[in-house]
């Protein structure tokens, strides 16, 4: 099946930008979805078909997706961002979602 | 507002049985796929199974297959998970969650809470 490799963890100072790859062969021909899951809380769905926000994210998240790799990108880090961060893509072999590791995105 | 409250979790041998439910509420139900997802301790998110919309159409994980089966009942805006011949790594957090959009292969915009999954001998 398809596979999506993130780094386990980033570490960015507050107020700064943070970058989250996720790569996978062609990802850019695929739309990317991206999570945020923080301790004793549901996943968030904070970035849809590669750049889209849902209704109550902050325009400081972002994604892009080309050639291998997807990125979500938050600006102004708040500590409020350390958290979780999951990529997810269907799969078209095996007809079903497929999610990357996840990072730990770490503020200092 | 959309809310998915899923139960049935609990702490069982190897081999046994269990039933998850999820109950949905707040958007039209029968019009969507709904999903089960699980996360182990210490380990990411892991997609379990998949239902489509008036439950004909299922789909597995091969971890899962030929063990687990996943149901739904439209007139009780409900989603189930029964899961047979648990083994030690089935040990997870179980989350229900929607499709964001009609027809499928789309985001999972809405999620339970979890109900948590304990196979231990």
């Known amino acids: 099946s398809y596979v999506l490799t993130q780094p386990p963890s980033v570490s960015v100072a507050l107020g700064k930008t943070a970058r989250i790859p996720c790569g996978g062969d062609?990802?850019?021909?695929?739309?990317v979805h991206w999570y945020q899951r923080k301790p004793g809380q549901a996943p968030v769905l904070i970035i849809y078909y590669d750049s889209d926000r849902p209704s109550g994210i902050p325009e400081r998240f972002s994604g892009s997706n080309s050639g291998n790799t997807a990125t979500l990108t938050i600006s102004g880090v708040e500590a409020g961002d350390d958290a979780d961060y999951y990529c997810?893509?269907?799969?078209?072999?095996?007809?079903?979602?497929?999610f990357g590791g996840g990072t730990k995105l770490t503020v200092l | 507002e959309v809310q998915l409250v899923e139960s049935g979790g609990g702490v069982l041998r190897p081999g046994g049985s269990l039933r998850l439910s999820c109950v949905a509420s707040?958007?039209?139900?029968?019009?969507?796929?709904m999903n089960w997802v699980r996360q182990a301790p210490g380990k990411g998110l892991e997609w379990v199974a998949g239902i489509n919309e008036n439950g004909d159409i299922t789909n597995y994980a091969e971890s899962v297959k030929g063990r687990f089966s996943i149901s739904r009942d439209n007139a009780k805006n409900s989603v189930y998970l029964q899961m047979n011949s648990l083994r030690a790594e089935d040990t997870a957090l179980y989350f229900c969650?929607?499709?964001?959009?009609?027809?499928?292969?789309?985001?999972?915009?809405?999620w339970g809470q979890g109900t948590l999954v304990t196979a231990s001998s």
């Open positions: 062609s990802i850019g021909g695929k739309s």
């Open positions: 707040g958007f039209p139900f029968g019009s969507f796929v």
């Open positions: 997810q893509v269907w799969d078209n072999s095996s007809d079903h979602p497929v």
């Open positions: 969650a929607k499709d964001e959009a009609i027809g499928g292969q789309a985001a999972l915009d809405s």
